[in-house]
C-alpha cells in the first residue's frame, strides 16, 4: 500500500493549492486521515485531520484558509489550502492515523512572490 501525494507547486502569496493524497489498498474508509507537513530545516508538523465520518481537525495557524476533505470511493483525501502565506512552505504528506503506511515522497509546496 502507497500514499501518493500531488498538487504541489509554486504559488504566490495569498493564492490556492489543491493538494491530493491517494492511496493504494483496501481499508481507506476505515482510517482517520491526516496531513502533515515539514519545513525546510524543521521537524514534520500535524496540519489537519479528518475522521473518518468527515469531521475536521486543523493546527490553529490554518485554520479558516485550509479544508480538508476526503473521498472514499477515490481512496483519496484532500487540502485545499487558500489564502496562502510564506510561512506555509513545505513538502506536504499524509498518512493514516496512527501512521501505518510507509510516507512517501510528500508534495512540495512553495510560497513565493
Known amino acids: 500500500v502507497q500514499l501518493q501525494a500531488s498538487g504541489g507547486g509554486l504559488v504566490q502569496p495569498g493564492g490556492s493549492l489543491r493538494l491530493s493524497c491517494a492511496t493504494s489498498?483496501?481499508?481507506?474508509?476505515?482510517?482517520?486521515m491526516v496531513w502533515y507537513r515539514q519545513a525546510p530545516g524543521k521537524v514534520r508538523l500535524w496540519v489537519a485531520s479528518?475522521?473518518?465520518?468527515?469531521?475536521?481537525n486543523y493546527v490553529d495557524s490554518v485554520k479558516g484558509r485550509f479544508t480538508i476533505s476526503r473521498d472514499d470511493a477515490k481512496n483519496t483525501v484532500y487540502l485545499q489550502m487558500n489564502s496562502l502565506k510564506p510561512e506555509d512552505t513545505a513538502v506536504y504528506y499524509c498518512?493514516?492515523?496512527?501512521?501505518?503506511?510507509?510516507w512517501g515522497q510528500g508534495t512540495l509546496v512553495t510560497v513565493s512572490s
Open positions: 489498498g483496501s481499508g481507506f474508509s476505515s482510517n482517520d
Open positions: 479528518i475522521t473518518t465520518r468527515g469531521s475536521p
Open positions: 498518512n493514516t492515523i496512527p501512521p501505518r503506511l510507509p
